[in-house]
């Protein structure tokens, strides 16, 4: 496996503005996702965050409200951009360790007021 | 794109009794199917996971059936013990690009 962290680990914040979070891996990886969790819900794919490109998007999730950096193979950010109360969730990332498999972070509580 | 559905949404058994979370999926050309187990704000942890080319993987107390004809997957819980009470995901995807589909989840209670 491998050792995932992710910053912050929760935030509150007031809805207009937007949050940037850091997802750190203590190797490098080809592929890392970022996902969200609603609370009691399922994890919801946002997009797979590509080194050297830019990141590919599921449907209902686009670039301009959760922009994605991917600068290097151990390393990615999300943004949550101009927030509402809807955003308010648990983002996880993810890392496939060319094995099929993905591990995720810790997750960052997100509150929106 | 893949659907997964999971059945029970709930579920809640004896301690030392089997639990059994059912899953199915929509599209055929996904090949690789991990359980993940996600404890009160904890990030999931796979559990166990099966490859299409395998019917059945067994690991201590946990095993996972795959009916590739049927689209189904199921997960297995014998002995149940208090500290496997969680939020449990199925989830499908194809090897390629390695998209996970997951299902809705099932929370589990095992009572003592």
């Known amino acids: 496996s491998a050792v995932i962290s992710q910053k912050p680990s929760r935030d509150i914040c007031q809805r207009g503005t937007s949050l940037t979070i850091q997802c750190q891996v203590d190797s490098q990886v080809t592929m890392m996702f970022w996902y969200r969790q609603q609370p009691g819900q399922s994890l919801t794919l946002i997009a797979t965050a590509n080194q050297g490109s830019e990141a590919t998007y599921e449907s209902g999730f686009v670039i301009d409200k959760f922009p994605i950096s991917r600068p290097n193979l151990t390393f990615s950010t999300l943004t949550v951009s101009n927030m509402s109360p809807e955003d308010s969730s648990i983002y996880l990332c993810s890392v496939d360790l060319s094995t099929d498999t993905q591990y995720f972070g810790p997750g960052t509580r997100l509150t929106v007021l | 794109g893949e659907n997964v559905e999971q059945h029970p949404s709930t579920l809640s058994v004896q301690e030392g009794d089997s639990a059994v979370i059912k899953c199915t999926y929509s599209?055929?050309?996904?090949?690789?199917f991990p359980w993940y187990k996600q404890e009160l704000g904890k990030r999931p942890q796979l559990i166990i996971d099966i490859r299409s080319n395998v019917g059945e993987k067994k690991d201590q107390r946990i095993a996972v059936t795959l009916n590739k004809t049927a689209k189904h997957f199921s997960l297995h819980i014998t002995e149940t013990q208090p500290e496997d009470s969680a939020v449990y995901f199925c989830a499908a995807s194809k090897r390629t690009g390695n998209q996970f589909y997951f299902g809705t989840g099932t929370s589990l209670t095992v009572i003592p």
């Open positions: 599209d055929s050309a996904s090949n690789y």
